[in-house]
């Protein structure tokens, strides 16, 4: 009798523990962040949405690490009577935190909401942050970052160097404080970048023998070069083709990037300016990219499609056209480019 006993008592004792270490699991998801980034997410309450509904929100805008922690901080707090808005959140905050701003409907109505479309240059960033009054225009596009800073061995990160090379400003929807400081700017868009760089991505980078910034910078020709996402693989086949057999890449984006013009096809003049930037003039990639390329360009550019053509065209009211051969596309061109 004294044996069962004894195993009752350690069975409890085992699961006395085993609550303890739970409950101290959760209470450690509940007050503690899920990062110590400011980078500001906006968060959409609708009238009507359940707690469940509230809580998977916050989890997919990845504000919280689950859902359940959420609906366990609410039920112990007794709080039913969550609002509806638009509201503001950063992963630095807790979800006791979180809970406050719902309850009491405090919508942050002071960031300033900038959308940074795929494919901007700093110089359009430059001109979007100008047009909402954050800086004065030139302001984010002189600015000097400060010298150039490898990353640690096996690490992820890539700041800008003092050249403020495009590729590394993250495209993305931002909410900056009215008196956010165009370092403060150029921060939070260079870290969005190095958040959105996995871990997985730079192993396929390295196993294929290349480097992080060369990547980008075909990312960007093919961010600029693409009417969709579904053919960007494909267009980095085909310059990466290019490439491999040390052929020009004659990329119009680039000559459009030295000129600013935006032309669909440039001048042939325009393809004889001097510059580095000028695919048509040399071989290989241009200094730097072109442009900050979105998470669909990089991952083409990291995973391009394998396959034999080297040259594509964009009919106006046609799919994209691929060729293998030089005779190929001219035949192509005249058909479709009239």
Same mark, same amino acid.
């Given at each position: 009798?004294?044996?069962?006993?004894?195993?009752?008592?350690?069975?409890?004792?085992?699961?006395?523990?085993?609550?303890?270490?739970?409950?101290?699991?959760?209470?450690?998801?509940?007050?503690?962040?899920?990062?110590k980034s400011e980078y500001a997410q906006e968060v959409v309450i609708e009238k009507g949405d359940s707690i469940k509904i509230i809580g998977r929100k916050?989890?997919? %805008?990845?504000?919280?690490?689950? *859902?359940?922690?959420?609906?366990?901080?609410?039920?112990?707090? =007794?709080?039913?009577?969550?609002? %509806?808005?638009?509201?503001?959140?950063?992963?630095?905050?807790?979800?006791?935190?979180?809970?406050?701003?719902?309850?009491?409907?405090?919508?942050?109505?002071?960031?300033?909401?900038?959308?940074?479309?795929?494919?901007?240059?700093?110089?359009?960033?430059?001109?979007?942050?100008?047009?909402?009054?954050?800086?004065?225009?030139?302001?984010?596009?002189?600015?000097?970052?400060?010298?150039?800073?490898?990353?640690?061995?096996?690490?992820?990160?890539?700041?800008?160097?003092? +050249?403020?090379?495009?590729?590394?400003?993250?495209?993305?929807?931002?909410?900056?404080?009215?008196?956010?400081?165009?370092?403060?700017?150029?921060?939070?868009?260079?870290?969005?970048?190095?958040?959105?760089?996995?871990?997985?991505?730079? *192993?396929?980078?390295?196993?294929?023998?290349?480097?992080?910034?060369?990547?980008?910078?075909?990312?960007?020709?093919?961010?600029?070069?693409?009417?969709? +996402?579904?053919?960007?693989?494909?267009?980095?086949? %085909?310059?990466?083709?290019?490439?491999?057999?040390?052929?020009?890449?004659?990329?119009? %984006?680039?000559?459009?990037?030295?000129?600013?013009?935006?032309?669909?096809?440039?001048?042939?003049?325009?393809?004889?300016?001097? *510059?580095?930037? =000028?695919?048509?003039?040399?071989?290989?990639?241009?200094?730097?990219?072109?442009? =900050?390329?979105?998470?669909?360009?990089?991952?083409?550019?990291?995973?391009?499609?394998?396959?034999?053509?080297?040259?594509?065209?964009?009919?106006? =009211?046609?799919?994209?056209?691929?060729?293998?051969?030089?005779?190929?596309h001219n035949i192509n061109k005249a058909k479709w480019l009239k």
């Open positions: 009798m004294r044996k069962i006993i004894i195993i009752v008592l350690a069975i409890v004792g085992i699961l006395i523990l085993l609550g303890a270490i739970a409950g101290f699991y959760v209470l450690y998801q509940i007050k503690t962040p899920v990062s916050l989890e997919k %805008a990845e504000l919280i690490r689950g *859902s359940f922690y959420f609906e366990i901080y609410v039920w112990l707090k =007794n709080e039913k009577n969550l609002q %509806a808005g638009e509201y503001i959140f950063r992963p630095s905050m807790p979800i006791s935190e979180i809970v406050e701003s719902l309850a009491g409907g405090k919508i942050n109505r002071d960031d300033i909401k900038i959308t940074i479309p795929e494919g901007f240059s700093v110089k359009q960033i430059d001109e979007r942050l100008a047009q909402a009054g954050l800086i004065n225009l030139g302001e984010f596009y002189n600015f000097d970052v400060g010298p150039f800073v490898p990353p640690p061995p096996g690490g992820q990160e890539y700041h800008l160097p003092m +050249s403020k090379e495009e590729g590394f400003l993250f495209p993305d929807t931002y909410f900056f404080k009215k008196d956010a400081s165009v370092q403060d700017i150029f921060k939070k868009m260079n870290d969005n970048f190095n958040g959105k760089i996995t871990n997985e991505m730079l *192993s396929e980078i390295n196993r294929q023998g290349k480097m992080l910034h060369d990547v980008i910078v075909v990312a960007s020709i093919v961010q600029q070069e693409s009417t969709s +996402s579904e053919e960007m693989a494909k267009i980095a086949g %085909a310059f990466y083709n290019r490439l491999n057999i040390g052929m020009a890449l004659q990329s119009d %984006a680039t000559i459009n990037y030295i000129t600013g013009k935006g032309m669909r096809q440039p001048l042939l003049e325009d393809t004889k300016i001097d *510059s580095p930037y =000028n695919t048509y003039k040399y071989k290989g990639l241009p200094p730097t990219p072109i442009c =900050n390329p979105g998470i669909d360009a990089i991952k083409a550019a990291i995973w391009p499609e394998q396959h034999d053509y080297f040259y594509f065209l964009h009919p106006l =009211n046609a799919p994209t056209i691929f060729s293998k051969t030089l005779e190929e």
